[in-house]
C-alpha cells in the first residue's frame, strides 16, 4: 500500500493561487493512481482532479477545470495540484489518494471506491 502526506494549504485572496503537494511512501515501486479530493464544511466529500500512473491521462471536475493542473513527479513520488484564480468556494480540506487500480484514462479515478490510501488533508481557505 502506498502512504499519502499533503502538504502546501493555507490562506489565500480569491484570484490567488496556491500549489498543494502529496507525496507517496510505502509501496510505490507499484503503479497506482492518484486523486485530489476536497470536503467543504457541511458538504460532502468531492472529486476535484485524477492522474493515471503514467501522468498522460488527467480529469478534473467541470468547477476546477482550466483553473487547476494535476501533475506528478515518479522519481520523487510526489503528485501536485496547482490551482490558480482561486474562488471562495473553493475552500475546503483538500486530500490526496492513491488507487491501486492501473487505468489509462484518468477519468475512471473519479470515484471515491477506487482508493485504498487516503492523506490527512491539508486545509485551503480562500478569502473573498
Known amino acids: 500500500q502506498v502512504q499519502m502526506v499533503e502538504s502546501g494549504g493555507g490562506l489565500v485572496q480569491a484570484g490567488g493561487s496556491l500549489r498543494l503537494s502529496c507525496a507517496a511512501s510505502?509501496?510505490?515501486?507499484?503503479?497506482?493512481?492518484v486523486a485530489w479530493f476536497r470536503q467543504a464544511p457541511g458538504k460532502e466529500r468531492e472529486f476535484v482532479a485524477s492522474?493515471?500512473?503514467?501522468?498522460?491521462?488527467?480529469y478534473y471536475e467541470d468547477s476546477v477545470k482550466d483553473r487547476f493542473t494535476i501533475s506528478r513527479d515518479n522519481a520523487k513520488n510526489t503528485v501536485s495540484l496547482q490551482m490558480n484564480s482561486l474562488k471562495p468556494e473553493d475552500t475546503a480540506i483538500y486530500y490526496c489518494?492513491?488507487?491501486?487500480?492501473?487505468?489509462?484514462?484518468?477519468?475512471?479515478?473519479?470515484?471515491?471506491?477506487?482508493?485504498?490510501?487516503w492523506g490527512q488533508g491539508t486545509q485551503v481557505t480562500v478569502s473573498s
Open positions: 489518494a492513491a488507487s491501486p487500480k492501473v487505468y489509462t484514462n484518468a477519468i475512471y479515478y473519479r470515484t471515491s471506491r477506487e482508493y485504498d490510501s
Open positions: 510505502g509501496r510505490t515501486d507499484r503503479e497506482y493512481g
Open positions: 492522474i493515471t500512473w503514467s501522468g498522460s491521462s488527467t
